[in-house]
T-cell receptor
Framework: DAKTTQPTSMDCAEGRAANLPCNHSTISGNEYVYWYRQIHSQGPQYIIHGLKNNETNEMASLIITEDRKSSTLILPHATLRDTAVYYCIVRVAPTGANNLFFGTGTRLTVIP | DTGVSQDPRHKITKRGQNVTFRCDPISEHNRLYWYRQTLGQGPEFLTYFQNEAQLEKSRLLSDRFSAERPKGSFSTLEIQRTEQGDSAMYLC?????FGQGGLGLYGYTFGSGTRLTVV
């Protein structure tokens, strides 16, 4: 599975949109982009995933560039509870390895 | 169903002792995973079960580590002769193989982990 590159940390003002970038320049055509987040002292939590098209759910939006080499996770109105480490993962489905490679993620701090 | 449960939440043990952790996955999930997370790092894969069969093991899983899922429901992870380097958060996750090759529609569901401290 392709590896990803994320900024180490980001800050965002409460109530503003948080835009978290991820580079996955070696992504293959059958690899999906998944986002998880991990709030302190908890296990990772699934947020959203996509293949080609932009996706939106109740938590976030995922914007994938046309060449699929990068993506952005958008939290439209960040709250203090969104402070967490955000992981971008690319993975083949359905035949990919059964492990997820998390990397070190982006530590998002939402500032009051 | 309240999600993936792990027990205990915290464990402090002396070096050389054996420890065992338990994971109860979401009942309808047939796949179960163990991950390890050290401070400042993302979770790292240890092993994976489909039902009761252990299908994949990471190189991180030394011979002091053993995992079981005897009836395809709960799982245990045992560490024998613990070392200080084993200090970490041990995370369990489960998923269904319905939809997107095991990640399901909503990815893995993780438990809150067991934090092991070896002194």
């Amino acid at each position: 599975d392709a590896k990803t590159t994320q900024p180490t940390s980001m800050d965002c003002a409460e109530g503003r949109a948080a835009n978290l970038p991820c580079n996955h320049s070696t992504i293959s055509g059958n690899e999906y982009v998944y986002w998880y987040r991990q709030i302190h002292s908890q296990g990772p939590q699934y947020i959203i995933h996509g293949l080609k098209n932009n996706e939106t759910n109740e938590m976030a939006s995922l914007i994938i560039t046309e060449d699929r080499k990068s993506s952005t996770l958008i939290l439209p109105h960040a709250t203090l509870r969104d402070t967490a480490v955000y992981y971008c993962i690319v993975r083949v489905a359905p035949t990919g390895a059964n492990n997820l490679f998390f990397g070190t993620g982006t530590r998002l701090t939402v500032i009051p | 169903d309240t999600g993936v449960s792990q027990d205990p939440r915290h464990k402090i043990t002396k070096r050389g002792q054996n420890v065992t952790f338990r994971c109860d996955p979401i009942s309808e999930h047939n796949r179960l995973y163990w991950y390890r997370q050290t401070l400042g790092q993302g979770p790292e894969f240890l092993t994976y079960f489909q039902n009761e069969a252990q299908l994949e093991k990471s190189r991180l899983l030394s011979d002091r580590f053993s995992a079981e899922r005897p009836k395809g429901s709960f799982s245990t992870l045992e560490i024998q002769r613990t070392e200080q380097g084993d200090s970490a958060m041990y995370l369990c996750a489960s998923s269904s193989n319905f939809g997107q090759g095991g990640l399901g529609l909503y990815g893995y569901t993780f438990g809150s982990g067991t934090r092991l401290t070896v002194v």
